[in-house]
């Protein structure tokens, strides 16, 4: 993963342009924010007062903003830093949206740990595991900028329950086929699925490798005959996932695409056993939880054998 | 017993409609300690009807206290929007009425609720939504009780709504005096220091809660505390 370069826009600089050009000619569009980016919608907000709403730091309140909007009609987009927008409110969000039976363009920035010297309290590494107990949700983890547009112009324009899940991090291009599974390369040996900001770190693992490489942005749905396809394509029903937030959230996915095939399930993803109490970059938490190259290769290696030679 | 015979309901019909309804005791005071509130909104109050339910112009209702729905059914029965025949069948699987209420079940019901702290902070975005469509006709009016105070996302939506000059919204507290810990100087204070019109009325007294609901209070949302006597005696 590389941090995106000033010359290109980022997650969060996309997002907000995406979302701007909406609400010019959308009157449906809203966005709600608990304090966190609204200079990014300052403009926005000279032009279309009523519908740039910022709660204050009240989190429960912008969520349940969100649901009385939809409510009214209106196609509420919600935007706040991971932790504040999925953990602190999820009951909100499990209720004001989901129960009341109305949708919401639900945003958050920060991934998993971009910013870990903010510590604990800034990340949220199970923030799709979190949305995973609810029905109805759409989820996208992009890997680009790029990759963002497409999937947050359709959400602005639907009524259903989106998630797109930010982060100041990127693959160095984007690799995403719309909502199905990309073939990044093609193998024998098994498959590995890398999703969103992992791809480059996976494809970096997997040089030299006999091995599919596929990648998802979008999530929920999970692409399941994408990944039933490659399965059948490879030698051996060997599978390992490569997701940014929590280890193994996607792995029952992968079992119910894969429940009448026998099959091996390696999840790699932000460990579930330790909090990691330490500062640092980015990089220095993706090797704390095997998301560096160097650790989704052993982990690789370690599960599907060495068939590619000395390399593997 | 009449049953929908579509005959006109009166006040005095409600406690009828609600024994055909069963449900533990725990809920049957708070049941009780709306109804009042409940009549004059939907008799004299709210711009609403059956047929009106899709129509974006029309006032709402937000029953936050979900606890002890039976008056609020009660009311809904006798105005129409729903068949006084399945007040009989409440709480079964197959019932589309709930010890708490399912906007997706019931035709008429606005919000589900049940968890407290949801109703007005969810009239705060309706609010802002039509505000925000140009729609400076239809009120929000909200229900909660004294004890659901203690949550506090309502105190967030309070400080809004105060903040941004909510007219439209409306929070009537139904105060039976179920909270443990109280409210030292009063409900309506806590409204009114975040620059809402605040009212304290007899929760029993209808054209005293009717001239609450109706007098105007420019620029600002209103707060009507119904005071009902501990127990809610009927």
Redesign the interface.
């Known amino acids: 993963m590389t941090t995106t370069t000033a010359t290109t826009p980022t997650m969060r600089e996309t997002f907000a342009r995406t979302v701007t050009e909406a609400m010019d000619t959308d009157p449906r569009v809203a966005i709600v924010l608990a304090e966190i980016s609204r200079d990014l919608f300052a403009d926005t907000a000279l032009r279309h007062p009523d519908r740039v709403i910022n709660v204050g730091i009240r989190e429960q309140l912008m969520v349940s903003v969100g649901g009385g909007l939809a409510l009214a009609g209106m196609r509420p987009v919600v935007h706040s830093y991971g932790p504040f927008l999925v953990e602190r409110p999820f009951e909100q969000i499990k209720l004001d949206l989901g129960h009341q039976d109305v949708g919401a363009v639900l945003v958050s920035i920060g991934g998993s740990y971009d910013d870990p010297v903010w510590g604990r309290t800034h990340q949220v590494p199970g923030d799709i595991a979190l949305l995973d107990t609810l029905p109805g949700w759409t989820v996208h983890s992009p890997g680009h900028p790029a990759e963002l547009i497409r999937p947050l112009r359709a959400a602005l324009a639907g009524d259903d329950r989106v998630y797109l899940r930010l982060s100041t991090r990127s693959n160095a291009q984007p690799y995403a086929r719309g909502t199905e599974l990309a073939i990044l390369r093609e193998g024998r040996r098994g498959v590995v699925l890398a999703v969103g900001t992992t791809a480059d770190a996976v494809l970096a693992a997997t040089e030299g490798a006999d091995v599919t490489v596929l990648y998802a942005a979008t999530v929920r749905p999970f692409d399941g005959p994408g990944l039933r396809r490659a399965v059948a394509a490879a030698d051996r029903a060997d599978v390992v996932l490569v997701e940014p937030y929590l280890r193994g959230t996607s792995a029952p996915h992968v079992s119910d695409a894969l429940a009448d095939l026998p099959h091996r399930l390696r999840s790699l993803g932000v460990r579930r056993d330790r909090e990691i109490h330490a500062y640092g970059t980015p990089e220095d938490h993706d090797a704390a939880h095997g998301l560096d190259p160097a650790g989704i290769a052993t982990a690789i290696r370690a599960f599907l054998g060495n068939p590619g030679g000395p390399t593997w | 017993m009449r049953v929908d015979t579509g005959e006109k309901r009166g006040f005095a019909d409600l406690p009828a409609l609600i024994t055909r309804m069963t449900g533990d005791e725990k809920h049957s005071a708070a049941a009780n300690s709306t109804m009042d509130v409940l009549w004059v909104l939907y008799d004299r109050v709210l711009d609403i009807a059956p047929d009106r339910m899709a129509d974006?112009d029309r006032d709402?209702f937000y029953l936050s206290k979900g606890h002890g729905p039976m008056a609020y059914y009660a009311v809904l029965a006798a105005k129409g929007f729903i068949r006084e025949s399945i007040l009989d069948k409440w709480a079964a699987f197959d019932s589309p009425l709930g010890q708490h209420p399912?906007?997706?079940l019931v035709p008429g019901v606005?919000?589900?609720s049940g968890?407290l702290?949801?109703g007005l902070?969810?009239?705060?975005?309706?609010?802002?939504?039509?505000?925000?469509?140009g729609r400076d006709q239809p009120r929000v009016v909200v229900l909660v009780g004294d004890a659901e105070l203690d949550e506090?996302?309502n105190h967030?939506?309070i400080?809004?709504a105060g903040r941004l000059g909510l007219e439209r919204l409306t929070v009537v507290v139904v105060n039976n005096f179920s909270g443990t810990h109280g409210w030292p100087d009063g409900i309506a204070a806590r409204f009114a220091v975040e620059g809402w019109a605040a009212r304290t009325v007899d929760g029993r007294d209808h054209e005293d809660l009717y001239a609450a609901f109706t007098a105007p209070h420019p620029g600002r949302p209103l707060a009507v505390e119904a005071l009902i006597k501990p127990g809610g005696s009927q």
Do not use: K, N
């Open positions: 974006q709402r399912d906007r997706v606005e919000i589900s968890s702290g949801h902070p969810l009239a705060v975005g309706t609010a802002l939504g039509l505000r925000a469509t506090g996302s967030e939506a400080a809004l």
